[in-house]
């Protein structure tokens, strides 16, 4: 089985920053792209970043120049470092990974469990 454990997730005051992290665990052969995604209360959840193995990224306009999508591969870890944090950032953040568990499978999308991100005005 695969599982997507994040952590890094906290209360803080506008203006502040924190760092998730997000591991990948279990039977793994590689991992293709990765992401973190968010989900206000009543709203949708949307991506907030992306990031290929080979390292391009790709940002939600609302958090471009202030949030950081980069991954360790030789850890199966996606991070996302996150400055200049405004209380509309607030909200359950999820890792994605698209993950192929051995040679010949397709990949398989994966989701963690959420952290949560609350910013105070």
């Known amino acids: 089985q695969v599982q997507l454990v994040e952590s890094g997730g906290n209360l803080v005051q506008a203006g502040g920053s924190l760092r998730l992290s997000c591991a990948a665990s279990?039977?793994?052969?590689?991992?293709?792209?990765m992401g973190w995604y968010r989900q206000a209360p009543g709203k949708q959840r949307e991506l907030v970043a992306g990031?290929?193995?080979?390292?391009?990224?790709n940002y939600a306009d609302s958090v471009e120049g202030r949030f950081t999508i980069s991954r360790d591969n030789t850890k199966n870890t996606v991070y996302l470092q996150m400055n200049s944090l405004k209380p509309e950032d607030t909200g359950a953040y999820y890792c994605?990974?698209?993950?192929?568990?051995?040679?010949?499978?397709?990949?398989?999308?994966?989701w963690g469990q959420g952290t949560q991100v609350t910013v105070s005005s």
């Open positions: 994605n990974a698209d993950i192929i568990r051995r040679l010949g499978l397709a990949p398989t999308q994966y």
């Open positions: 279990g039977s793994i052969f590689s991992i293709n792209a």
């Open positions: 990031i290929s193995r080979g390292g391009l990224t």
